[in-house]
């Protein structure tokens, strides 16, 4: 018998107490919506083959517990088309020592998304 491979990741769910806002923030960073929207309880955005959901909440705060990385054809253009939209990434474009330009920006609900590309040359993980 084989062993179950991981395959890849379908999903990631992200919690939010104003769906509207949330909504407005992934638009504006030209997240294409596929299901729900601003007066819905879940909203689900196109990522990739892959997709990035919002489900409102209101259980209680919500708070840091990680970062979602999101490969771009182009970070130095993600990062004008955030500022554009009046959003407010965290710093300029840079290179890191592992090989990727990449950028963080924090969604309304304090989760953080890093946009990241790898650099020419850098080997793959």
Known sequence: MNEPAVESLSAITLAT???ARAVAFYEALGFPRR???PDEAFTS???GSSFLNVIADT???ISWWG???IYV???DGMYRKAQAAGLTPEFAP???PWGERYFHIVD????????ARPLPGAKEA
């Open 17 to 19: 107490h104003d769906m």
């Open 35 to 37: 299901y729900g929207g």
């Open 45 to 47: 955005f196109a990522l």
């Open 59 to 61: 259980r209680g705060p």
């Open 67 to 69: 970062r979602v990385i």
């Open 73 to 75: 054809s182009d970070v």
């Open 94 to 96: 840079s290179d890191a």
């Open 108 to 115: 309304p609900d304090g989760h953080e998304l890093s946009f």
